[in-house]
């Protein structure tokens, strides 16, 4: 049978498929919302919007682009997202069904009951070609997927795609892992831990919806920038209703005016200062040295001071926050005395309680035991009051550490602060200590060696009693306060023993440019292995020395012949280069973008990026403009370095190294 005719049938196939998926959008957008009350409406049109939202065809992406056939003569088409008939019989099933992890994980070793598995070679919404693997045919030699090359090396322009129709075995692992499992992804530049992350968010919505439905799915980036780059992978996969955020967003309950030094900002992530925190709080309880007295009628009752202590003891161990122990105080008295009026004799019951708790009397007295906290209010005191931080942190910080937190002319009042980043950190701390912190369902932390203590534990407050995917690679580290261990990462999210995935293969960045950033990976993270291409196609580097008065000019001229070519390209430049990297560009008449000023249009082929920026972001061809003074700008050589191996490493196909300066030694050998 000759292959035009069956590339024919594909065709149709999908034709037929695409109307089938029309005629389920109709469907749902005809249906009428009928309801008892508004609420139940308003939350019925929702479902319907988000439903109708997630049956938008993108006529830029074909319905499937897999298909297995099994050993039961049953065939499957793969796809992202299930398709049925007007019987409701599928035309599609969804990548996220048990199904489908035949398609991604069978071998020759391990067919899993297929007998033929067949990638489609994809453009524009089109199937332009297929390719068959006989799995259980042992004269057939296993070969590199060609279709799965093309498609990971596809220029492209605009957002990050989703990488749902070249999902490697490793990676499905990592997407299908249980709803309640917490798993961290060590990956490599180009290994896709990014996008494994999000396709483990979409397929949990998908295995756990009416569970992750309520509690809600967050995804957390380092920029949002970063964001911008990702967003349109979960809408590609049907799925609308994910929130998307920054840490900086996460904890954002006061406006950010105020900067610390490196060392102070260090400290302030470090996680003994939520023991300082938590004792700062509670140290409000005051111990009562009086009785309380309680008039009802022509008596009164007197509870004794030693016996109201036994009872803010016994609130202090019970395991709630601050705010719902103080809550809690007023009936505690309350009780103390209905047991006095039944000791004399009397009959009271729950009514005489909760009249005794709203008395004027026992409130006013329950709140000088036990005040109502403010996290501003507590965090004023600590870094504007050396006394007072002392109290509170002797046991826990060195006194010439508790010198670096007091602010040296401290403000008025704490509506006078000028609040940095880290105390953003630390009132959201504070705030936790007082009411506890709504938890989410599920949690996806991207670039999280970057994270401090701290802002672990932020993120482990929202994912409490739900689960976290943790991503990030130790070598990419920039921050002062970059982790080294994800045993401690994950002890400070509040999942201690997590499984910890390595995806050490890449299939984004190419072999040449990949080794190229290695070199420096045994002066700035020794011991963690170099990631491996498993991409035929090397890729190219090019590694061009110019006159420090030509640098600008010449970065134009490669942009403008890179920009000949189909897909994106990101210029990355120290961050105090950008705005005359753009003019150079704009001399050149080259149309750009900026990114982390106008966050960059999507859609632009060139995007100027500052380096300070460009961690997690993927450009189908990158020029790095001199690596040594991006490196030089971090506070120490290990971050510069770590810098520099995150921009080196952007590329999907080819890297162009554009530098004045001598390079650092590391990479100076490669000098073309």
């Known amino acids: 049978m000759s292959a035009v005719p069956e590339l024919k049938r594909e065709q149709d196939y999908l034709s037929t498929a695409r109307a089938a998926l029309a005629r389920m959008r109709e469907q749902t957008l005809s249906l009428k919302v009928q309801a008892h009350d508004p609420i139940s409406a308003e939350h019925l049109a929702r479902t319907l919007h988000l439903r109708a939202a997630s049956l938008e065809d993108d006529p830029s992406t074909t319905l499937f682009f897999g298909r297995i056939d099994t050993d039961t003569d049953e065939r499957w088409y793969v796809g992202r997202r299930h398709v049925a008939d007007d019987r409701g019989d599928p035309l599609v099933i969804d990548w996220r069904a048990n199904m489908s992890t035949a398609f991604y994980r069978a071998s020759r070793t391990e067919p899993m009951g297929v007998v033929l598995r067949r990638r489609f070679g994809l453009d524009r919404g089109a199937i332009t070609a297929y ?205 103390a005395v209905l047991l006095q009026m039944e000791r004399a004799g009397d009959s009271p019951d729950d009514r005489v309680q909760d009249t005794v708790a709203r008395s004027a009397v026992v409130k006013k007295y329950a709140a000088s035991l036990w005040p109502a906290l403010d996290a501003k209010a507590v965090l004023f005191s600590l870094l504007s009051d050396a006394e007072e931080l002392a109290q509170h942190a002797r046991d826990h910080l060195a006194p010439e550490e508790q010198a670096l937190l007091v602010w040296s002319a401290p403000p008025r009042s704490k509506g006078a602060a000028r609040w940095s980043r880290a105390d953003a950190v630390l009132l959201d701390e504070l705030a936790d200590h007082i009411a506890r912190t709504p938890s989410l369902g599920h949690v996806v932390l991207d670039e999280a060696q970057d994270l401090s203590p701290m802002q672990l534990r932020a993120v482990g407050r929202r994912c409490s009693t739900g689960a976290a995917t943790v991503l990030g690679d130790i070598a990419q580290g920039t921050t002062p306060w970059a982790t080294d261990s994800w045993e401690s990462s994950l002890a400070h999210l509040g999942k201690p023993g997590s499984h910890v995935e390595v995806l050490d293969r890449g299939f984004r960045v190419p072999a040449s440019v990949i080794e190229y950033a290695a070199q420096l990976l045994p002066h700035m993270a020794a011991g963690l292995g170099a990631p491996v291409s498993v991409r035929d196609n090397p890729g190219r580097l090019d590694v061009v020395e110019v006159a420090e008065r030509e640098v600008h000019d010449r970065t134009a001229s490669v942009v403008a012949t890179e920009a000949s070519e189909p897909g994106s390209i990101g210029v990355i430049v120290p961050d105090e280069w950008v705005s005359k990297v753009s003019k150079a560009l704009q001399h050149k008449g080259i149309d750009h973008g900026v990114l982390g000023q106008d966050h960059g249009d999507i859609d632009h082929q060139v995007d100027v990026v500052p380096a300070t920026v460009a961690k997690g972001l993927e450009f189908d061809r990158v020029v790095v403009v001199e690596p040594t003074a991006i490196a030089a700008a971090e506070p120490d050589e290990r971050t510069g370095l770590r810098r520099l191996y995150v921009v080196l490493t952007r590329a999907v196909s080819a890297l162009t190294v554009v530098h004045s300066q001598p390079l650092p030694a590391a990479l100076a050998s490669a000098d073309g």
């Not at 295995?207 to 964001?227: E, H, M, Q, T």
């Not at 309380?292 to 016994?314: F, T």
């Not at 719902?324 to 309350?334: E, V």
Request: aromatic share 4%; hydrophobic share 40%; proline share 5%.
């Open 131 to 335: 390719e068959d693997e006989h799995l259980q045919d042992r004269a057939e030699h296993e070969v590199r997927s060609q279709i799965l090359a093309e498609e990971i090396e596809r220029p492209r322009v605009g957002p990050m795609r989703d990488i749902v129709a070249t999902i490697q075995p490793e990676q499905d692992e990592i997407v299908r892992a249980g709803v309640e499992q917490t798993i961290c992804v060590q990956g490599a530049p180009g290994t896709g831990k990014t996008a494994v992350g999000l396709h483990r968010a979409a397929w949990l919505l998908y295995a756990f919806r009416d569970k992750l439905a309520r509690s809600g799915v967050l995804v957390i980036g380092p920029n949002r920038a970063f964001l911008e780059h990702i967003g349109a992978v979960l809408p590609a996969l049907g799925e609308v209703a994910v929130g998307h955020t920054t840490i900086e967003e996460l904890v954002a309950s006061v406006p950010v005016r105020g900067t610390d030094s490196t060392a102070t900002a260090v400290l302030k992530g470090d996680a003994r200062l939520a023991e300082v925190l938590r004792t700062a709080v509670w140290s409000q309880v005051r111990p009562a040295t009086e009785a309380l007295v309680v008039p009802r009628g022509v008596r009164k009752w007197r509870v004794p001071a030693y016996e109201v202590n036994e009872i803010l003891d016994e609130l202090r161990t019970r395991g709630v926050r601050y705010d719902a122990a103080r809550q809690m105080l007023p009936q505690r008295l309350a009780h």
